[in-house]
Each structure stands twice: as C-alpha cells, then as structure tokens.
C-alpha cells in the first residue's frame, strides 16, 4: 500500500538532544510499515522547532522562510538518520532521502490577516504577554497547555517539488517531504517568493497525498483515535468517521483548533478529493496496527 504519513512537530521533542531520542521512536514505527511492503512519503511538522529557530535568530533579520528551511534540514536529517539507521539493524535494503520543499500558497489567502498557526514552546500569560508586547507578535491559548504565538496558516495549493516526491516514491525510496508544512511561496511577477508563514503538515501531507496518489493518509499523534469531549468525564473514543458526521461534530466544536481539527480537515480535505481512498488519525505508537484497521480512526466518504 502506498502511505503518507504525518507525524506532528509536538512528538520530536523540544531541543536537539531530546529529538534525537524521539526519532528512533519514529523511525521504529516507519521501519514496521516498510517491514509490511508499504511505501511511505513522510511528513513531519515542526511547531516547536520553528519556533525556537525563529527566537535564536530574533533581532538577526533571518526571514521565516529560511527559518523553516532550516528546519526541514535538520528534522529531516535526524529522521533520515534514526529511519535508515534502523534499516540497516533489521537488515532492510531501502534507500532514504529528504526533499527540501516548497508549497505554494495564495498570496491572498484570508489566512494571512487571521494568524492561527501555534508555533515555539508553551509560555505562561506574562511571559506571552511580554513577548507581545516587546515584539509584536500574536499569541492564543493552546487546549489548556498554556499560550503560543500563533503565524498565517495559509493552505496549500500546489507542491513545487511533486514531479521529483513522485519519481523517487514510484522507484520504491522513502522520502521525507514538506517538513513542517513546506515552506511556504507564492507566485509573484513569475517568480517563487517566501512569505512569512507556516502551513499546517496536515493539509500538506493531505496535498501530497493527492498529487502522489497514495492509497492512505495515515496521521499519527498522540492519542489513540478521534475523541469526543475530549479531557472530559465523557470522552468517547470514535473508531470510524465519515464526512457528514466530521460536519456534524466540528459544528459542535469537538475538535480544537490547536490540536484534532487540522488533522481531522485535513482527512475530510483528502477523502472528500478522493472517495475511495481512506485516512486514519491513529497513536504514533501503533502505526502498523492502524492501516491493519485493528487501531485508530478510519475516515472515509460515506
């Protein structure tokens, strides 16, 4: 089966040293879904490590845009790194390689003037508030972890680099693709500019997985499945949705904007381009358990 799969920024950790560790645990997922003949197109997100790469550089004038370049470099060379490594442990013969890669946006995407995108590492009201005012920079509440600066999260219209995923996808390579999201470009006067933004890996991995024609968007984050009232004495875990019911449960605001709701759109954005197709939001943990369908949430058309 082909697969892409997204993993979210938040599951690699919060410096160098703690996302070296939680590669392998990436990588041990991925080499499990090789080991069953699929093949995989990643996608990882890179919320927190934009972020930090952002802070490191404030007063330096390096653009966002450069700042997500950066860190599509070297969250894909530790995933590159930990996934081949694994390979070579359980003796599998499969090359690896990361794909720096554009997105392109609409410059007049409405996102740009609504910023929602939580990026950087949780803060407490004052140190939001200081960084606010000091810089400028919008900030929201993140489901109850504390405060984020949120950017433009506009969607992707197209992948600049899909002729190249495409070619080493059907030649049988892992790739690793629009880390974080991409970096995103539009078209201007004929000519690809950056712009200061950050497009959810979601919608990108789901972008991908149409241009690529994959059988499967497989999400993977830190919960088991989709859950209504989530944090709540009536939790519900949901094991299948279709796209009425996705309708039907994001009016009634079950999934958080800075959590479940862009992966569940992100599902419904894909299915709904693609009806025979499936998406499943399932635990990092049990990635090969859910495109067996024995885990997670299935998402499907009707």
Known sequence: MKIVVAIGGNALGNNVENQKQNVKITA???ANLVESGHQIVLVHGNGPQVGMINKAFEGNGMPFPECGAMSQGYIGFHLQNAIKNEFLYRGIQKEVTTILTQIKVDKNDPA????T???GSFLSFDEAQEMKNKNGYDFVEDSGRGFRRVIASPKPVDVIEKKIIKELFESDKLIIA???GGIPVILEDNELKGVDAVI???YA???IAELVETDLLLILTAVNCVKLHFGTKEETNIKSLNLSEIEKYTQENHFKVGSMKPKVEACRTFIKNNKTKLAIIASLHEADSAVKKKSGTIIKYL
Request: no cysteine; proline share 11%; glycine share 10%.
């Open 200 to 202: 959810d890996k979601d």
């Open 205 to 207: 991995a789901a972008k």
């Open 28 to 30: 041990k997922s991925i």
């Open 112 to 115: 740009f003037s609504n910023p």
């Open 117 to 119: 995108k939580p990026i």
């Open 178 to 180: 629009a880390g974080g």
